[in-house]
């Protein structure tokens, strides 16, 4: 039997010197175009849809596109499932094996592994000349810029989605709440009161808020944090540990469900939608659902300023052009449709997500939309983490397990938070 | 098994069988009973408080919106496409690979034998890159081919210890009388082995149809809209705004069914070995 | 017991196209994964690619903390897992070999959870689990176990044996086919002779049947271990490793650190577990080879 090993492994040994040059001998073929000028520019783009509305909107965009741009672009639009972030891993596997699109959605969380490995175009000259940049306005520039760690600006804007609270004004009424919190201690307040036994049988039946433990729950802390003068550079300051504490305790008082620490968005959303809890952190993107589900029964207002300060977390969905796309302003052509061009009203009209360039803000979905404004507001005080080379890795595995441990009592706030900043730091 | 009308006997029947099947059934297809109520409510019902066992108005729309404008039955040609040519190819490389393991004695036998038993060793997520400059050089990248190829590999270890496993099982008697009445290697294999095999054969068949059919991994990276398979495309029901419960759990229904169906009809043969009994031993 | 006649070319042309199938597709990145392994390799610093040696399995073995903790959750997993599985799988399989009325439908039924794709399973059990308006806890309070609701995925306790559950209903079909087809080659001579002599259910199923078919229990249930050490969908689409990593196997914790780009490392933990999923094959394979000689 050892023989057996033996002439395995040797085996092993052997071919791993075959394969050393085996692999990687893939050199770059584009698909894309035909310098001649005469045939058109082919742009391979991918994206993800977060519902299967959203895939054919984006499709009928680019149909849209390549039948109305007068240079003679053919974006060629493929989907790809979100797969909670398995899409940007699909990307980078795809380019480092030699193929991958042209341009893609992208999440600026990911900017900095794909910059580290010189995947993304800078696209800085184009934005310089555009003439539509400063419909945009500067911090979200600086944040793209910020993303790469390069300096260079690859990562582009498309739509960004502030974070703000949703309630429903019937539960804050029956819990004798007149009108929504402006103070953070007033949110946390609110929080406690909302928090009922609505049929008097002893037990919770709605819930203050529907606390996100799992994945995602970060963005929330963020506004905890702030709210006590703390923030993301250094995690294990007092305000920190006062803010992070005020966190556990609305689970650990029983202000929200039992499932919080394994709650992620699919879990805060059932709650909210089923009535289990009174108030969500979220932002435009699920609009639509509460109003189709609640009707006039559900309002919302930022997530407010406390003694510390005020700050909230963004969504984003970007646009990014790779080093390997060979046209990179017809792609940039593209990006304009995207955002301030047709596209972008188009995008806007149906799912609610923008950048508040003048074509979205022209809308009357835009004005009639009450979200919108509450939405706007966020933005103000809006922002990300920071873009740390471990920044995916605190996203994705440290932050739930190690909320989770503290939301289960297993870790004191403070040892939480030392972890959370060795895993968001780590040099 | 014939039911008599003893009460002991029929205590026993109960006991033995009725319980035991009843039981296993709920477990089973509890969950997937679960999947098809969801799928045909009305999304007010599946966020219903107290929860609906059945569903008080049944909705249909969508497996209208699945069928119509998701085009589902693209994907479930694609993977049925897929899961069918890897059955084959797969099922003839592991037999034949199989029979010269179980019946044959050469240099390099276990060896071999280990190498294929180490191959699924290893987690996927650590091939992506690799394979997908290997699928891109032999421009096999979005094409069924590729994801043939890649299930192919990923089952044929399976396969072949399986079926070299049900092979070591069936008294080598058998084909050395073969042997022996005259026919050459070629004959007994065909005219001994496969029948026996057969139940085996189709276990085999069935799992590697089911790889095809149910895998993601690979299949999220290797196909493109148009040859995208099943698995990857309910994924694509998955967003960051949530799941879309209605459609995921249709086309789980629409997924678990035809295969369920022609499960029906070919575990005939999977048991026909019962009344062949006769001939070995 | 071997047949050694016959030129001593054709073994090797019969395996040929498996083996070449295999080779060209999984053998090279196999290979690059273990070479890998001894580098540091993470992508978040490319730059800083070089040869480490020994240095990553060092660092595994001694300093991290998640380590020693995803391998008892892998055993946990692993044992449970495929240990329930082969249970019931083999008991169902028994059943099905009978012939009752509606047997038929009966078979093709108990293959819908392997037919289900492990998306939808991980995604279907944790919304089943769910503390609030999960069904098995809706269930368990109709039936007055539970007083009220429990979240059995957010529980630190609950949540593996829960993962467990769902990976015994996935896996239990693929024992009971396995098995049942394995069953078929049992002459049913034997039976009918030990009936004679009056061995019990028991005598038989020990005597007889556990025998006749102990290569294909032992490969099968081999082959599951290796599947369900190296699975990941269930786990990571159920609780991704959670609560407080609770369910953190070891594939998941070298798919998450293959997630953020640290290949070297992940390539150096999936080695270990590929070394002990050897360590296993190996009882096994030493079996199957003094098994032909005698």
């Not at chain 2, 759990?249 to 369920?260: D, E, N, Q």
């Not at chain 3, 001694?62 to 959750?73: A, E, G, K, L, V």
């Not at chain 3, 047997?103 to 991980?122: D, H, Q, Y």
Request: net charge neutral.
């Amino acid at each position: 039997m050892k023989k057996v090993i033996a002439t395995f492994l040797a085996g092993v040994m052997l071919t791993s010197s075959l394969a050393g040059c085996g692999g990687n001998n893939s050199s770059s073929v584009s698909s894309g175009s035909d310098p001649s000028g005469k045939q058109a520019t082919k742009l391979s783009y991918w994206y993800w849809a977060d519902n299967t509305e959203q895939s054919d909107l984006m499709q009928s965009i680019v149909k849209q596109y390549n039948e109305t741009n007068d240079k003679n672009i053919l974006v060629t639009a493929e989907e790809y499932p979100w797969d909670s972030g398995g899409f940007t891993d699909s990307i980078f596997t795809a380019i480092m094996g030699g193929g991958g699109p042209d341009l893609s959605t992208f999440k600026l969380q990911a900017g900095k592994n794909f910059a580290a490995n010189h995947l993304l175009a800078d696209m800085s000259s184009y934005v310089e000349a555009w003439q539509d940049k400063s419909q945009i306005n500067d911090g979200i520039w600086q944040m793209m810029k910020a993303s790469t760690g390069d300096e260079k600006l690859s990562v582009l804007p498309w739509t960004l989605e502030a974070l703000y609270v949703y309630y429903r004004p019937s539960y804050f009424q029956k819990a004798g709440i007149e009108k929504a919190p402006t103070t953070f201690d007033e949110f946390l307040d609110a929080i406690k009161k909302t928090t009922m036994d609505t049929n008097g049988d002893g037990k919770t039946d709605v819930y203050g808020l529907g606390l996100r433990g799992a994945g995602g729950g970060h963005e929330h802390l963020g506004s905890f944090l702030y709210a006590y003068g703390a923030n993301w550079d250094d995690l294990t300051t007092p305000q920190a540990v006062e803010a992070y504490n005020a966190y556990l305790n609305i689970f650990k008082s029983g202000y929200a469900p039992d499932s919080a620490p394994n709650a992620a968005y699919a879990e805060t959303v059932d709650g909210f939608k089923s009535g289990l809890t009174a108030m969500i952190i979220h932002h435009i993107g699920s609009s639509a659902i509460w109003s189709e589900t609640f009707g006039d029964d559900v309002a919302a207002f930022p997530v407010p300023a406390g003694k510390g300060g005020q700050w909230t977390c963004t969504g984003d969905t970007c646009l990014t052009v790779y080093e390997q796309c060979e046209n990179k302003e017809a792609a940039f052509d593209f990006y304009q449709y995207m955002t301030t061009g047709e596209g972008g009203t188009t995008w806007f009209k149906s799912t609610g997500k923008g950048l508040g360039t003048e074509n979205v803000v022209a809308t009357s979905e835009y004005k009639d939309n009450k979200f919108q404004t509450v939405a706007a507001e966020s933005l103000k005080h809006a922002g990300v983490l920071p873009p740390t080379d471990t920044l995916t890795e605190f996203i994705n595995s440290t932050w739930a397990n190690t909320n989770q441990q503290a939301l289960l009592g297993q870790i004191s706030a403070e040892d939480a938070l030392k972890i959370m900043q060795k895993s968001l730091h780590a040099e | 098994m014939k039911v008599k009308h003893h009460s002991a006997e029929a205590v026993k029947f109960t006991l033995t069988l009725v319980l035991p099947v009843l039981l296993f059934l709920i477990f089973l297809l509890f969950p997937f009973y679960w999947m098809f109520i969801t799928s045909v409510k009305p999304d007010a019902e599946i966020y219903a408080s107290p929860l609906l066992y059945w569903p008080q108005h049944w909705t249909w729309m969508t497996y209208e919106k699945l069928f119509g404008y998701f085009n589902f039955i693209k994907y479930m040609k694609n993977s049925l496409t897929v899961a069918v040519a890897t059955m084959v190819v797969s099922l003839v490389f592991s037999t034949l690979a199989a029979y010269a393991f179980s019946r044959f004695e050469f240099k390099g036998r276990k060896f071999l034998m280990g190498l294929f038993l180490s191959n699924n060793m290893f987690p996927t997520v650590l091939l992506m890159i690799p394979l997908y400059s290997i699928m891109r050089s032999m421009n096999l990248l979005y094409t069924p081919t590729g994801l043939v190829l890649a299930y192919t590999t990923f089952t044929i270890p399976f396969s072949v210890w399986l079926i070299q496993g049900f092979i070591r099982d069936v008294p080598f008697s058998l084909e050395e009388a073969a042997l022996i009445d005259g026919c050459n290697r070629t004959g007994a294999f065909v005219r001994i082995f496969l029948p026996i095999l057969t139940p085996c054969l189709l276990a085999a068949g069935v799992y590697i149809f089911m790889q095809g059919w149910n895998e993601y991994t690979l299949s999220s990276m290797f196909t493109n809209p148009a040859t995208r398979t099943i698995p990857v495309a309910l994924n694509s029901l998955i967003g960051q705004l949530g799941v879309e419960w209605d459609m995921l759990c249709a086309g789980g229904t629409i997924t678990v069914l035809p295969v369920c169906i022609m499960f029906f009809f070919a575990q005939k043969k999977l048991v026909s070995g019962l009344t062949a009994g006769a001939v070995k031993g | 017991m071997k047949v050694k006649q016959g030129h001593w070319i054709w073994p090797y042309l019969l395996i040929a196209p498996a083996l070449l199938t295999m080779l060209c597709v999984v053998f090279i990145p196999v290979v690059q994964a273990i070479v890998t392994s001894f580098q540091y390799y993470d992508l978040r610093y490319p730059g800083k690619t070089q040869f480490l040696g020994l240095g990553n399995y060092i660092e595994i073995f001694t300093q991290d903390p998640q380590f020693w903790p995803s391998i008892f959750r892998t055993l946990v997993w692993v044992v449970f897992g495929v240990g329930l599985q082969f249970l019931f799988g083999f008991i169902l399989a028994l059943i099905l070999n009978r012939k009752f009325f509606g047997c038929g439908v009966v078979r093709a039924l108990s293959m819908v959870p392997w037919v289900t794709p492990g998306v939808l399973i991980g995604l279907m059990w944790r919304w089943l689990y769910d503390g609030n308006y999960g069904v098995i806890n809706d269930v368990l309070i109709r039936l007055g176990i539970l007083e009220h609701g429990i979240s059995f995925l957010s529980r630190h306790e609950a949540a593996m044996p829960a993962a467990v559950v769902s990976v015994v209903w996935q896996g239990i079909p693929f024992f009971a086919l396995m098995l049942l087809a394995a069953l078929q080659g049992v002459s049913s001579d034997m039976y009918e002779a030990a009936d004679i002599d009056g061995a019990s259910g028991a005598q038989k199923l020990f005597y007889i049947t556990i025998p006749s078919i102990k290569n294909t229990l032992f490969v099968t249930v081999l082959l599951r271990i290796i599947w369900v050490a190296n699975s990941v969908d269930i786990i990571q689409n159920m609780t991704a490793g959670g609560p407080a990593y609770a369910t953190q196997t070891l594939s998941i914790y070298v798919y998450q650190k293959a997630h953020v780009l640290n290949l070297g490392y992940a390539s150096a933990m999936s080695v270990i577990l590929a070394v002990l999923l050897l360590v296993v094959a190996v009882p096994y394979l030493r079996f199957t080879f003094q098994s032909e000689r005698s």
